[in-house]
């Protein structure tokens, strides 16, 4: 996998890197793998592709490289999302039924958008207050995103394959897990959210003040083992550590271990990016939703953190751990005395609704839909994962998922209340 940073020295080198970090991602696939979609949530590996594409086309080069002439104006409709002010968009769940255009030609639409761009961004040069600038640099963040998810998009739509093939086949070697501890969160007022220096999402925003009860945080990530002690223990038939929806959705869906897990022979295996491997007990548990999380969580006489709590407590990001960056493609242990795994390997439940900060206010026109439309019904999530850029990992991100999501990296780490 190829790395994603977009710290190079100029605009242009970042747009360059993020690009071409995208493309590189595409490199074990076959082309009959790009256009398949495996569920309604998951979307082809040539979407992607496109969707990236189109939205510098549309929000960035329409408005400010007025010689900017549109490759195929129909693509709009196809590659549209949500953003409902930029025009009618093709039914989400029917993406992997458009075969046509080709994955050749999704290609050519994205080195034609690749070379308007660079001639937008000779003239943008690395000055933040051309009115092109903030957008760009939302746009290489968007595209960061999308990489993430086609990952976990192709991971789904290479499990449904009976043959179960893999991404990649040289997998990391497991790692030996460190005893559970607890870390303190610091009672008292604190400041959180993004303080408007470098980078944010505007959901990160604006910074505020929270009061933190005492409490704790566990030293590192929930383990396969302790989620298959759950699962041995009947965690998945007692409706007393399920909240209603959560067990109605174990009931409906079936639900008796993560996505992904599967007994062979009696024994556990989990498939991941390197294909059906037996399972790593020391490895954190991931694809879990957040009614899994929150049910083992009670189950272990915890609970989930708050995202206050999270980020009260959690380090600055840094390069270290497992990131798509290093090209581990799964989660695993962390075998370090110090407190670990916030960032890379899987993001982290939270108990904390994914609701607006106090003063936020979405920006005006379509680009304000990118956030603040979906704070209903959704979990916040904080950390990053495996399939995360290591340069878009940050202290204050807020991502969000609704309540059954399991086909993302998505793991525990517990909390617990002090008396």
């Keep these: 996998m190829a790395t994603t940073a977009i710290d190079a020295d100029t605009m242009t080198e970042q747009f360059a890197a993020v690009r071409g970090a995208t493309e590189a991602l595409c490199d074990p696939l076959e082309v009959e793998d790009f256009v398949v979609s495996s569920m309604p949530d998951v979307s082809p590996t040539k979407w992607h592709l496109a969707h990236t594409t189109w939205f510098f086309e549309t929000f960035v080069l329409a408005p400010h490289l007025p010689e900017y002439r549109a490759l195929e ?98 997998a990391p070697a497991p790692a030996p897990a460190t005893a ?62 399920w909240l209603s929806a959560g067990f109605a959705a174990v009931q409906a869906e079936r639900w008796s271990a993560p996505l992904y897990w599967e007994l062979v022979d009696g024994a556990w295996h989990e498939f991941t990016l390197h294909g059906l491997r037996e399972l790593d007990p020391q490895a954190p548990v991931t694809h879990l939703s957040h009614y899994e999380a929150d049910a083992f969580a009670r189950w272990s006489g915890a609970r ?67 956030n603040g439309k979906f704070m209903s019904d959704q979990w916040v999530l904080r950390g990053a994962s495996c399939a995360t850029a290591s340069s878009h990992a940050r202290r204050t991100y807020r991502n969000f998922f609704p309540s059954d999501a399991r086909w993302q990296f998505t793991g525990v780490r517990l909390a617990r209340d002090v008396a």
């Design 73 to 170: 104006p129909r693509y709009a409709f196809l590659f549209n999302s949500y953003y409902v002010q930029a025009g009618e968009r093709h039914c989400r769940a029917q993406r992997g039924l458009v075969t046509r255009p080709t994955v050749r030609d999704v290609f050519a639409y994205r080195s034609y958008v690749n070379d308007a761009m660079m001639t937008l961004l000779d003239r943008v040069g690395n000055d933040p207050s051309h009115p092109a600038s903030a957008v760009i640099t939302l746009g290489m963040h968007h595209e960061q995103q999308h990489q993430e998810l086609l990952l976990t998009d192709i991971k789904h739509v290479l499990w449904t394959n009976p043959l179960r093939p893999a991404y990649r086949s040289d």
């Design 304 to 370: 989930l953190p708050t995202e206050a709590e999270w980020e009260i407590t959690a380090p600055e990001p840094s390069a270290v751990g497992r990131f798509a960056d290093s090209g581990a493609g799964h989660p695993s242990a962390d075998a370090t005395d110090k407190p670990q795994q916030w960032y890379g390997d899987v993001w982290q439940w939270t108990q904390s609704a994914y609701l607006a900060y106090p003063g936020f206010r979405p920006a005006p026109g379509a680009i304000g839909e990118y």
């Design 180 to 241: 559970q501890g607890w870390i303190p969160v610091a009672e008292g007022v604190h400041d959180i959210g993004h303080d408007g220096h470098g980078f944010a999402f505007d959901n990160e925003g604006p910074r505020h003040r929270v009061y933190a009860q005492p409490a704790e945080l566990a030293r590192r990530l929930t383990t396969n083992a302790e989620y298959a002690a759950f699962i041995a223990d009947g965690g998945y038939r007692q409706p007393a550590l």
